[in-house]
């Protein structure tokens, strides 16, 4: 279903507070930082070039039409999206890696830019069907909720890597808890999470929303 036109102009609000403070983020990294240590099997600079491909695709997606609504929901997106991670094995890590590259002498710089083309692109869109994971048809503003997840938890990431500090929008991080929430629900770990929120359980270790 589409969204209305408050609801468009609030996701796209708060994806672009998100992004920026992603980039915020990375200005303070230093540069000799970036071959240093990032999360699991990637170094920093992957894991900021995958946390600035949720500045990529909306860039390139938006200029891929889809003409039917296969993902529903941004919590069905995590659905798919795990179904294909599965199926693809190494190639979200390689994926990483190649962003990270591509990045540049100066990430920083290149993430703004970034940042500037993906805002500019919203700019009086509705909400339209884009192709996303391969082909799928979903809405744009169903589509931003998973991207707004996507640069915090990494935002956060970077944050624990690095040592620098990081706090999120308000508005950022109610949106990405409540999609966790939703995503947790329908992978079958919404009691977990809600005895753990409301202090009648643990989490058990490791524990994943997305896994």
């Given at each position: 279903?589409?969204?209305?036109?408050?609801?468009?102009?609030?996701?796209?609000?708060?994806y672009?507070?998100?992004?920026?403070?992603?980039?915020?983020?990375?200005?303070?990294?230093?540069?000799?930082?970036?071959?240093?240590?990032?999360?699991?099997?990637?170094?920093?600079?992957?894991l900021?070039?995958?946390?600035?491909?949720?500045?990529?695709?909306?860039?390139?997606?938006?200029?891929?039409?889809?003409?039917?609504?296969?993902?529903?929901?941004?919590?069905?997106?995590?659905?798919?999206?795990?179904?294909?991670?599965?199926?693809?094995?190494?190639?979200?890590?390689?994926?990483?890696?190649?962003?990270?590259?591509?990045?540049?002498d100066?990430?920083?710089?290149?993430?703004?830019?970034?940042?500037?083309?993906?805002?500019?692109?919203?700019?009086?869109?509705?909400?339209?069907?884009?192709?996303?994971?391969?082909?799928?048809?979903?809405?744009l503003?169903?589509?931003?909720?998973?991207?707004?997840?996507?640069?915090?938890v990494?935002?956060?990431?970077?944050?624990?890597?690095?040592?620098l500090?990081?706090?999120?929008?308000?508005?950022?991080?109610?949106?990405?808890?409540?999609?966790?929430?939703?995503?947790?629900?329908?992978?079958?770990?919404?009691?977990?999470?809600?005895?753990?929120?409301?202090?009648?359980?643990?989490?058990?270790?490791?524990?994943?929303v997305?896994?």
């Amino acid at each position: 279903m589409a969204a209305s036109d408050s609801e468009a102009v609030e996701v796209v609000q708060v994806y672009r507070a998100a992004a920026r403070s992603f980039a915020d983020l990375v200005r303070m990294i230093p540069v000799d930082r970036y071959p240093g240590p990032g999360l699991g099997e990637w170094d920093l600079r992957a894991l900021v070039g995958h946390t600035a491909r949720s500045l990529v695709t909306v860039i390139t997606y938006l200029d891929q039409p889809a003409t039917t609504v296969d993902i529903t929901s941004a919590e069905e997106y995590y659905q798919v999206a795990a179904t294909v991670a599965a199926a693809e094995g190494a190639g979200v890590v390689e994926r990483g890696r190649r962003a990270g590259a591509e990045l540049g002498d100066d990430p920083a710089a290149a993430v703004d830019t970034l940042v500037s083309e993906a805002s500019a692109k919203l700019d009086g869109r509705g909400d339209e069907l884009i192709a996303v994971l391969g082909g799928a048809g979903m809405h744009l503003f169903t589509y931003l909720p998973t991207r707004i997840f996507e640069l915090a938890v990494h935002s956060l990431d970077i944050a624990d890597a690095t040592g620098l500090p990081y706090t999120a929008p308000e508005e950022v991080m109610s949106g990405a808890t409540t999609l966790g929430a939703r995503v947790a629900t329908v992978m079958g770990h919404g009691e977990v999470l809600l005895r753990a929120l409301t202090g009648r359980g643990a989490l058990p270790d490791p524990f994943s929303v997305t896994a």
